[in-house]
């Protein structure tokens, strides 16, 4: 029987965007199939402390350790084939995710910068943030977006579950900068529209979560060109993440994350104070 694979043999990893998706996913496949952390360890002969570190990024495995633990779980094919590639890519300063065929792994990305930012900055021309929607709002915006049904679904408990991260005992900090034109288009219906208004004023009651607007009537500015979120760490490097129809895109180098606080400074400016902000939602609830 060969021993335990160890700590010593591994170097620490960078706190890049792959190594939080692959970290997040294997987790993930490892829960979904109900084994604990000790029991696949010991399966697999592997020190459960290095497992551990693993599944919490602080180390990367090796790409034949990733598919020794994907072929004993018996994960399907296409999330095998979206880990593997995560592994590959794991240690780029800037990661796409391209035209998935399931469930995201960008999206595993996304859980843990929720999970461990102590800033969440997001700039959103068109749609509400999704972790201000109501279920109704983002469930429109699904349709629309012809998705598939059970697809929809599993999205829209995701994107619910994720928005717990401001709700708990120790919640995330968001600043969201929304243009007006967001709050002005019909998604849905105007019953569903309204009832987004109002969650959107019950939010800002909340001392972790700002909602400012910027009015349409300041004209261009470079914010139009589109969405993203900055993600701010206690400790390790900010994040970007931009986000189109079919790919997401991670950005970790210094001088592109420069940019953008440049940018949320320039849209900070433009928008309404979050008084002001609150006093134009209200308008619009009437």
């Not at 400790?235 to 210094?254: G, K, R």
Request: proline letters at 6%.
């Amino acid at each position: 029987m060969r021993g335990l694979r160890t700590i010593a043999r591994m170097k620490p990893t960078s706190s890049s965007p792959g190594s939080r998706a692959l970290s997040a996913s294997l987790r993930e496949v490892r829960e979904a199939r109900k084994f604990g952390l000790r029991e696949l360890a010991r399966a697999l002969e592997v020190d459960p402390r290095l497992l551990s570190q693993w599944e919490l990024g602080i180390r990367v495995p090796p790409i034949e350790e990733v598919a020794r633990i994907l072929g004993y779980l018996r994960v399907d094919r296409v999330v095998t084939n979206r880990i593997l590639a995560l592994v590959q890519h794991v240690k780029d300063p800037n990661w796409l995710d391209s035209n998935p065929s399931d469930l995201p792994a960008a999206l595993t990305g996304v859980v843990q910068c929720e999970r461990s930012a102590s800033l969440i900055t997001n700039w959103s021309p068109q749609i509400i943030p999704g972790l201000l929607q109501t279920p109704d709002y983002a469930r429109a915006l699904l349709t629309a977006s012809e998705i598939k049904l059970d697809d929809a679904d599993a999205r829209l408990v995701g994107r619910l579950e994720r928005q717990r991260i401001l709700t708990g005992r120790e919640p995330a900090h968001l600043k969201a900068i929304l243009s007006e034109s967001v709050i002005r288009e019909v998604v849905g219906d105007t019953d569903i529209m309204s009832d987004q208004i109002d969650h959107l004023l019950r939010s800002t009651v909340r001392s972790n979560i700002s909602v400012r607007i910027v009015p349409a009537a300041v004209g261009y500015h470079p914010g139009k060109l589109g969405m993203f979120t900055l993600y701010d760490f206690p400790a390790d490097p900010s994040i970007v993440l931009l986000e189109h129809l079919h790919a997401s895109a991670f950005i970790n180098e210094l001088e592109a994350i420069s940019s953008y606080r440049k940018l949320v400074k320039l849209l900070s400016g433009k928008a309404l104070s979050e008084e002001a902000s609150r006093v134009l939602l209200q308008e619009m609830a009437r």
